[in-house]
């Protein structure tokens, strides 16, 4: 790949380490696209490949959707963004609005990481309380208080989670005022509020977090969550960041949880950068500048430009119960498909995950957290020769083993994904 190799020695004279997102680096470089169409990308190359990572799953529909290009090319000619609101940011509000039952009202912001710090600080804006709950493991973006444990290591994570910075110079307040329990355990969830609840925020929680291994929380837990937080005059902050792809009313609408909060992005941008916090009127209350100085106080010179909201628009009335149907089904065939390779190939790994995301874990240990999937140096090397391998067959994934599918997928695609994905292990399985 000599044009991905020559731009990154170009990159690395005017950018850190020739980068400016650490998550698409790649060792010794990273690929450079040149353009996409449907669920594929062509690298300045000319190679071609499968998408299965998709922007880090904000491009749902993958690339070039007729409806959300005509939006966009339409938009264009009147204006990119305003100091004033439009009609557009109305119109996206109403929808969402619609197929979340627990967002009576919502803000739009830039990206998810500025939706998931909204949603933190209306949450202590609204109680006037400081500390945060949140998952160990568990990816949140890059606010300083939703980083707190990230990749917390055996080296630090103690009997109990402990509150680790995920970047040098991390405040020490900061880490007090976040306190990381382990996900999917009610009993430690009681123990903290029951320390702590009066002075507890609220509790961030992704459903099925990502980095913390894509395993889907228990419908017992969410459950008690609501309640336990609840009782201690605490809100709920589901990050729907990524999980608003599983469903038409996301991941809460699939375990029939009302948060009080909740944080969106990626997706419902159609491809522009997008953020949004919404919630309980009563709670998004704290926004309101219509009596002054309002005890949240937010804006952003790009927030809720028309050309994101329009095409947010387009990508959200495109995807439809139909399309959700069709992304669980070709998930499971993946998911089922994964899992038979793995077996045949007599490799310990699992692949977890629900509708359109899929996680492959080299382990054969029960997986319930973030800690029962921490990779060891073994697991380590499988997963970047499986990463690498894909991409030697053409197919884009997440260097940590995340896929996440496109509507623009067909059976076939699907089905030819597989193949690659099993060619792949077949290489991990020849070297361990």
């Keep these: 790949m000599p044009k991905s190799r020559a731009l990154f020695e170009r990159a690395r004279k005017v950018m850190p380490g020739g980068n400016t997102r650490t998550t698409v680096f790649i060792d010794p470089f990273p690929i450079y696209a040149q353009r996409g169409e449907g669920c594929r990308v062509w690298d300045v190359d000319g190679n071609v490949y499968y998408d299965c990572i998709n922007n880090f ?4 529909h993958g690339y070039g959707h007729p409806d959300v290009t005509a939006a966009v090319v339409d938009q264009m ?7 004033a609101p439009t009609e557009s940011e109305l119109d996206l509000a109403e929808l969402l609005c619609e197929r979340l039952p627990s967002v009576e009202q919502i803000r739009f912001a830039n990206s ?4 998931v710090m909204m949603a933190i600080k209306a949450a202590r804006a609204f109680t006037e309380r400081s500390k945060i709950v949140k998952i160990e493991g568990a990816y949140h973006g890059s606010y300083d208080f939703a980083e707190v444990s990230l990749d917390s290591s055996p080296a630090n994570w103690g009997d109990m989670p402990a509150s680790t910075p995920y970047a040098k110079g ?4 900061v880490l007090d005022d976040v306190i990381a329990v382990p996900f999917n355990d009610i009993a430690a969830l009681q123990a903290v509020f029951g320390a702590y609840g009066d002075t507890i925020a609220g509790i961030l929680i992704d459903p099925m977090p990502n980095r913390a291994g894509l395993v889907p929380a228990r419908k017992d837990y969410l459950d008690a969550m609501v309640k336990i937080a609840h009782a201690a005059g605490s809100l709920v902050i589901f ?4 999980s608003f792809r599983l469903g038409y009313s996301g991941a809460q609408g699939l375990w029939g949880i009302t948060p009080d909060l909740t944080a ?4 419902i941008g159609g491809g522009f950068p997008v953020g949004a916090v919404g919630g309980r009127a009563d709670v998004m209350a704290v926004f309101d500048p219509t009596r002054g100085k309002p005890a949240l106080p937010h804006g952003g010179t790009f927030t809720a430009n028309p050309v994101t909201m329009r095409a947010g628009l387009a990508a959200m009335r495109a995807l439809t119960p139909a399309s959700f149907a069709h992304l669980d089904a070709i998930g499971a065939l993946l998911r089922e498909g994964i899992t038979a390779s793995l077996a045949r190939h007599g490799l310990d790994g699992q692949c977890v995950g629900l509708g359109s995301l899929f996680k492959v874990h080299f382990t054969a240990l029960p997986i319930s957290d973030y800690r029962s999937v921490y990779p060891g140096a073994s697991e380590r090397r499988k997963l970047d020769l499986f990463h690498k391998s894909l991409i030697d067959r053409g197919v884009l994934s997440a260097s940590y083993g995340l896929f996440a599918l496109s509507t623009s997928m067909t059976h076939e695609d699907a089905r030819e994904i ?3 994905i099993d060619g792949a292990l077949a290489e991990v399985a020849a070297q361990q």
């Design 57 to 60: 799953t904000a491009m749902i």
């Design 77 to 83: 000619p009147h204006g990119s963004a305003f100091g």
């Design 112 to 115: 998810g990481t500025e939706g």
């Design 170 to 173: 991390t405040p020490r307040g």
């Design 239 to 242: 990050d729907e960041v990524i």
């Design 264 to 267: 969106l992005g990626k997706i």
């Design 418 to 420: 597989l193949a690659a």
